[in-house]
């Protein structure tokens, strides 16, 4: 019989505070594996974002995911969002596989963030342009790299609740 729970095991991914998650990055590192972050609201739960995140992973050793807090999801986008409370949001996150660690930001870009976890890779999605990002300076003055992956069309949390809305 398995002594760790499968909630334990979600529990595990998840950091409340970005001190202990960039020590357990540093160990990794010193171990030669690749970190990839890659942040947002993820409010909710698609094909895009899965096949998203599995092509993140793809690209290093871990993941890390830095969640959107509620309140700067509603600041990103707008009143009624989000539809489901962080606690839920990163919880449901920890369940994927391919979701390493998962850490969740107040601000609405994660420049902070990166900055203490300075991740060797950061992503972002096709719907996005390096030159646009505000945080690609951060990733570069620690030599890190950002790249953009390919967007699923037609798939996105808010095209799914306008649709729900509508209904």
Not at 69 to 92: A, F, H, N, T, Y
């Amino acid at each position: 019989m398995n002594t760790t729970s499968n909630i334990d095991s979600l529990e595990s991914k998840i950091f409340w505070e970005a001190s202990e998650l960039r020590l357990r990055l540093d160990a990794l590192q010193k171990e030669q594996k690749r970190i990839v972050f890659t942040n947002g609201c993820f409010d909710i739960l698609h094909r895009g974002h899965v096949e998203y995140l599995c092509r993140a992973r793809d690209l290093g050793d871990y993941l890390v995911l830095g969640l959107n807090s509620d309140d700067s999801v509603r600041e990103l986008k707008g009143p009624g969002r989000p539809i489901q409370p962080m606690e839920d949001r990163i919880r449901i996150l920890a369940g994927l596989f391919c979701l390493d660690f998962l850490i969740p930001f107040s601000e609405s870009t994660p420049e902070n963030l990166l900055s203490i976890l300075q991740p060797d890779i950061h992503t972002k999605g096709g719907d996005y342009k390096p030159e646009e990002l505000p945080e690609a300076s951060v990733v570069q003055s620690y030599g890190g790299k950002v790249i953009i992956l390919p967007f699923l069309e037609g798939r996105s949390s808010s095209r799914i609740i306008e649709r729900s809305r509508e209904q």
